[in-house]
């Protein structure tokens, strides 16, 4: 049936094999029926699409799409992992890093553009705990980082 | 029995149900035999009662305070998730974010609000694996927020 | 046979028992077959090795030091919780907070110290999931804070 790639195809969203991680550790790790997926940055294969932090380079507006395209580039690291994406049961928490200008408050707000998308691809089933919280710095000057453990069918 | 909830009326403590998420989220996601609770800030129904960060408008001791406060809401999400808190097993892990002045270094402290709020509640069983960290900024202006991972019992 | 103490051993690495946590938490809780370790800083005994932001007083070098010396305190974790390392069966989760100067962007290559060294120790089993961030204040002003979530197999 292949659901998921159906309501891929549907939004029009592509999601291509992430780039190998550079160091010792890897996209994602399965444990029980918990899949563990490494911090995703806003990166379109290995470019980063925004720079700076939100509330100073990065408008709330792109900060959300921001968001967004980490979420995708997660699912991108689930489709890699687990071939079918069919086998997310359900995804669990996201944590929500958002590289803040002093004085931006919004966090919530960024982050609900990773929590709307995985609502769009799995419906009820894409709602999830979650923590959103704004950093000083992040990795390549990202504004934003996401981390996801999500559940797997057996 | 409600041994827990007999235990909050011992210690004065008031828990009410937690207000709607705003987003494609959930309070709390229970995967296994663990729940995963959302980020919880110092709120009191709808108002935050502390504000800005500690070591600069707010003090250790409101810090201290406003942790105790995080962790009084992650035990109200869960009562509105379980219904019945004896069926919470063991507080597992707690990842406490503070939103800290320059140079202000006590985060630790201010967790041990939060810490020290389980094992009044859940005695030996309340205590917990945790981290403390120093963010620039949260939701709201908040100084304090929670992360929550409990041990449901079957 | 003790294969990861003689790991350690071939490494030139001593494990020593952690000092007790000051508060109502532990170094670590076993939920199911994961084991949650407590946020480590880079310690020696009860000394902080390393402290400042890195970028600033701390060299990337000396942050990759220090992440490592994070990674070796949580393996001391395990061993006093599991007395024997062998149990572990693979490290999960890394989540790597970097207490980072203005600009600093390299979080990634700080938290490799930790990374390698679950490589060089566990090989395969030691590569994990992992997220690394910039915070802007840490505990005893430690640069780095390392969180690990490992697998004990049964």
Redesign the interface.
Known sequence: MARVEERLRELGIEINTPPKP????????I????I????QLPLKGEQLLYKGKVGREVTLEEGVMAARLTAINSLSVMKSELSDLDRIG?I????G?V??A???????KV??GA??F??DIFGDM????????????????SPV?L?V?A?ISS
């Open positions: 550079q160091g010792y550790y890897q996209h994602a790790v444990s029980g029926n918990l563990f997926i490494s911090g359900r669990v928490k996201l944590t890093y590289a803040s002093q004085g931006f408050n919004l966090q919530a982050i609900n929590s709307q995985f609502y894409g709602k999830h705990a979650r923590a959103a919280v704004g950093v000083y710095e992040l990795p390549l000057d980082e981390e453990i559940e």
